[in-house]
């Protein structure tokens, strides 16, 4: 990692802190970016809110690494369904009765109440600029400042390559991303063939746990 980039997330945590003690974590589990973001973070803050957004709730393989974030006595975890959850259950995508009446909720939503909740502006997010054409375009001026003014977001890795965050990992011995079938590490859970097949072989329980909910996986890729 070069030096500077070193120290703009240095100086953009550093920044963070001294604005408050508390501060939210959009936290996807089992990627590489959260895993060395909450590490990066939970030392300078009173309060860490790592806020999870799940298509399904309460899996074995994500748990696993709830509970190492809830191992830093500062952390705590706040759950919130995926915004696919809800565009899945409205039109009924992979279940056989859509669910009327859910208000379709947009990320600045949940941002909103979780900063309003917990009194605090800080909110971490784990962008990195390498991570697409698609974000480095979004992400241009970020990529100048850690700190996003316009969107009032935090990014200390937005000029991370994947590399730094896997020496970052090692070095400290930290949970290692999953890949669930995808070629990219902390992918996460989602409804993609490769993914569900390896959740299938390897995480049987919480396959079934995801046909409860979505019942059409059963009948697409057969019951355990």
Same mark, same amino acid.
């Given at each position: ?97 859509? !669910?009327?009446?859910? +208000? &379709?909720?947009?990320?600045? %939503?949940?941002?909103?109440? $979780? ?6 502006? =800080? ?72 993914? !569900?097949?390896?959740? +299938? &072989?390897?995480?049987?329980? %919480?396959?079934?746990?995801? $046909? ?6 059963? =009948? ?5």
């Amino acid at each position: 990692m070069e030096k500077s980039v070193w120290l703009g997330t240095q100086k953009c945590l550093s920044y963070a802190a001294e604005k408050n003690d508390t501060c939210l974590l959009f936290f996807s589990a089992t990627g590489k970016d959260s895993i060395v973001l909450l590490h990066l973070i939970n030392k300078l803050f009173k309060r860490v809110i790592c806020v999870y957004m799940y298509l399904v709730d309460d899996l074995d393989l994500i748990n696993n690494y709830l509970q190492w974030a809830k191992s830093f006595p500062n952390v705590e975890i706040v759950k919130f369904p995926h915004l696919m959850y809800y565009q899945y259950k409205t039109k009924g995508i992979y279940c056989t009765k859509a !669910i009327k009446g859910f +208000k &379709k909720l947009e990320i600045k %939503d949940i941002e909103n109440f $979780c900063k309003m909740q917990y009194a605090t502006d =800080i909110s971490f997010w784990g962008v990195k600029v390498s991570d697409s054409y698609n974000r480095r375009g979004m992400f241009h001026e970020a990529s100048k400042d850690e700190y996003h003014r316009q969107y009032n977001r935090t990014y200390p890795l937005i000029n991370w390559k994947n590399k730094d965050c896997y020496n970052y990992i090692n070095l400290h011995k930290l949970p290692q991303p999953l890949k669930l079938g995808s070629k990219s590490a902390g992918s996460g859970v989602s409804f993609k063939k490769e993914t !569900i097949e390896y959740i +299938k &072989k390897h995480y049987p329980n %919480d396959y079934k746990k995801m $046909c409860n909910e979505f019942d059409l996986l059963e =009948i697409k890729y057969g019951k355990i």
